[in-house]
Nanobody
Framework: QVQLVESGGGLVQAGGSLRLSCAAS????????MGWYRQALGKQREWVAS???????GYTESVKGRFTASRDNAKNMVYLQMNSLKPEDTAVYYC????????WGRGTQVTVSS
């Protein structure tokens, strides 16, 4: 059974930082590309970042230079370091495993106050 469990969300002031974590189980993590998505209240879920099995990363334009995705294959963990947070980053953040089918975590709330 595949499980993705996010943690690390919370309330932070604008300009602050948070580090999200996602613990994966039930997949061959080392060969699975992973992604981070977010969904703000009343909006569609949007892609934030991806990291390939080899560590290649990609980011949506609005977070480039502020967010960094990383992974630890030995621990089956993927991370999203978020710096210089803005109120518009407020959303529920989801971890995804790009498999067949894709798998999703339940999300962790990030709230950035102005």
């Amino acid at each position: 059974q595949v499980q993705l469990v996010e943690s690390g969300g919370g309330l932070v002031q604008a300009g602050g930082s948070l580090r999200l974590s996602c613990a994966a189980s039930g997949i061959i993590f080392s060969i699975t590309s992973m992604g981070w998505y977010r969904q703000a209240l009343g909006k569609q879920r949007e892609w934030v970042a991806s990291i390939s099995s080899g560590g290649r990363t990609g980011y949506t334009e609005s977070v480039k230079g502020r967010f960094t995705a990383s992974r630890d294959n030995a621990k089956n963990m993927v991370y999203l370091q978020m710096n210089s947070l803005k109120p518009e980053d407020t959303a529920v953040y989801y971890c995804a495993a790009y498999a067949s089918p894709n798998y999703w975590g339940r999300g962790t709330q990030v709230t950035v106050s102005s």
